[in-house]
C-alpha cells in the first residue's frame, strides 16, 4: 500500500516539474529579442525624410529597364493641378483625360537643388544623344527653365533642333524672321502656312518656322504638332521631341480666364494624339510636366463659382457676335445686367479700330470686377510648388514618388539610355 501512494507521489511530483519546466522556457522564449537598428534609407521620418534612390526603390518593385525608349515625347504644360484644374473641371463637363497614366512623380521646386548647384539642361543632354531633336512651342520658341536649366522661362536656342516651329503674337512678318535666328528669305525657314508647306514638302535637314496663327485658328497648333510628330517618327535612330504649351499659364497670369480654359481644351487635344501614337508605336515614353500655378489666387466676398462659371460660358458666343458689323455692343453689353461696369466706350473704340483682343480683355476685366476674383502672378524664388511629371509608354514605371529634379533627370537618362550603367 505505502509503495502504491509512494508511486503516484512520484509520478505527481514528476508532472509538477515538467510542467514548471514548460512554463519557464515559454516566458523566456516571450522576452522581447534585441532591437536592430534599421537602415537609415529605410526611414521616412520628419528628421530623416531623404528620398529613395531609383535604384532601390526599382529593386522593391521588380523593375527592369531592359530596352531604353527609343523615342521620348516631352509635353510642358499648365493646370494639371489646383484651382485652375477646378475653374477646368466645372467649366468642361467631359472628363478632364481618358489617359491612364502610368507614372506619377512629384517634383521639389527648382530652387531647393539651387545650393546643390544643380543645373541639369534636358536639351542639352538630348543633343548630345545623338536622336533627332525636334521642338513645337505656342508661344515665341519659348520653354520652361525646368527643361533648358534656366531659372525661368526662356526663349530656347533653337541650334540644336533639326525641326523647330513656333506660333507668335507678332504680325510682322520681318520680326517673326528674326526669332528664328535667320532671314525670310533662308530656304529653310517660314513665317506662313504657305512657307511651311512647302518646308514640309521638301526633304530638308534643318527646318525651322514661326507663324502668327490665332489660338482658334485651324490648322493651328495642335495639327502643326500632329504633323511634326508623323515626320520625326520616320528617323531611324528615333527623335525626342519637347512641346510647350505655355497659353494656359499665360491667360491665367493676364486673368484672361475665358482663353485660358480654351486652352485646357486645346491641351486634351494634343494630348489625345500624342497618347494615340505612344501607345501605337509601343517605343515611346511620353512625359508630361505640369508646372505649378506661380502664383495666387484671391476671390472676394461676392464670388461665386456657380455664377461665375456659367457667365465665362457665355462669353465665347458674345464676342462672336460682338465683331459683326450689324451688332449694337452697347445694347449687347447692357443686356448681361447693370452690375457689369463694362467700359462701353473703349470697348466699342476697339471693336472699331479691328482690335478684338483689346476689346475682349475689357469685357474679361469686367467681368472679374463683377466676382472679385483675380490671379497674382509670382516669379520669386520659393513662392512656387515642385512640378507635377505623368508618364505613359516604355519605361513610364520609372517615374513614381517624390524627388529632386537631378534625381528626375537620372531617371530620364535612364529610361532612354542615356545612363546605360545605372540598370538597377
Request: proline letters at 4%; one cysteine or more; a neutral charge.
Amino acid at each position: 500500500m505505502r509503495n502504491i501512494i509512494s508511486n503516484r507521489m512520484s509520478r505527481r511530483l514528476s508532472t509538477i516539474i515538467l510542467l514548471l519546466t514548460v512554463l519557464y522556457s515559454l516566458s523566456a522564449s516571450a522576452q522581447p529579442p534585441t532591437a536592430v537598428k534599421p537602415d537609415s534609407s529605410e526611414l521616412i521620418t520628419p528628421v530623416n525624410a531623404q528620398p529613395l534612390s531609383i535604384e532601390t526603390m526599382a529593386r522593391r518593385r521588380g523593375l527592369v529597364v531592359d530596352t531604353p525608349a527609343k523615342n521620348l515625347i516631352i509635353f510642358c504644360t499648365s493646370g494639371f493641378t489646383g484651382a485652375s484644374a477646378a475653374f477646368r473641371d466645372a467649366y468642361i463637363s467631359t472628363r478632364r483625360d481618358a489617359i491612364r497614366w502610368q507614372g506619377f512623380q512629384l517634383i521639389y521646386p527648382a530652387w531647393a537643388d539651387r545650393h546643390k548647384g544643380a543645373k541639369n539642361n534636358i536639351i542639352l543632354a538630348l543633343s548630345q544623344f545623338g536622336k533627332r531633336l525636334i521642338l513645337a512651342s505656342d508661344h515665341n520658341f519659348a520653354l520652361p527653365g525646368l527643361v533648358t536649366g534656366k531659372d525661368s522661362p526662356e526663349q530656347a536656342d533653337i541650334g540644336p533642333f533639326s525641326m523647330a516651329i513656333s506660333l507668335s503674337d507678332n504680325a510682322d512678318a520681318a520680326g517673326r524672321a528674326i526669332l528664328t535666328g535667320d532671314s525670310a528669305s533662308e530656304p529653310e525657314t517660314a513665317t506662313d502656312l504657305r512657307g511651311l508647306e512647302k518646308l514640309f514638302a521638301g526633304n530638308s535637314q534643318k527646318l525651322i518656322a514661326c507663324l502668327n496663327l490665332a489660338e482658334t485658328a485651324r490648322p493651328g497648333f495642335a495639327e502643326i504638332v500632329s504633323a511634326m510628330i508623323s515626320r520625326a517618327a520616320l528617323a531611324p535612330d528615333g527623335f525626342c521631341a519637347i512641346i510647350n504649351l505655355s497659353a494656359v499659364g499665360r491667360h491665367r497670369s493676364n486673368n484672361h480666364f475665358t482663353r485660358m480654359l480654351e486652352s485646357m481644351k486645346l491641351r486634351e487635344t494634343l494630348l489625345n494624339q500624342l497618347e494615340t501614337f505612344t501607345t501605337s508605336r509601343k517605343d515611346t515614353l511620353l512625359i508630361v510636366l505640369d508646372e505649378p500655378e506661380n502664383g495666387q489666387w484671391q476671390a472676394g466676398e461676392q464670388f461665386s463659382a456657380a455664377e461665375f462659371v456659367k457667365t465665362l460660358k457665355e462669353l465665347p458666343t458674345l464676342f462672336g457676335k460682338l465683331t459683326l458689323k450689324e451688332t449694337n455692343i452697347a445694347a449687347e453689353l447692357k443686356g448681361l445686367g447693370s452690375e457689369f461696369s463694362f467700359a462701353v466706350n473703349e470697348i466699342v473704340e476697339a471693336f472699331n479700330q479691328g482690335n478684338h483682343d483689346k476689346a475682349r480683355h475689357l469685357i474679361e476685366e469686367a467681368v472679374n470686377r463683377r466676382f472679385t476674383i483675380s490671379f497674382s502672378s509670382s516669379q520669386k524664388e520659393g513662392s512656387c510648388a515642385g512640378h507635377t511629371i505623368l508618364a505613359q509608354g516604355q519605361n513610364a514605371d520609372l517615374f513614381f514618388g517624390i524627388s529632386s529634379f537631378p534625381e528626375f533627370f537620372r531617371r530620364l537618362s535612364l529610361a532612354i539610355g542615356i545612363e546605360t550603367g545605372s540598370k538597377p
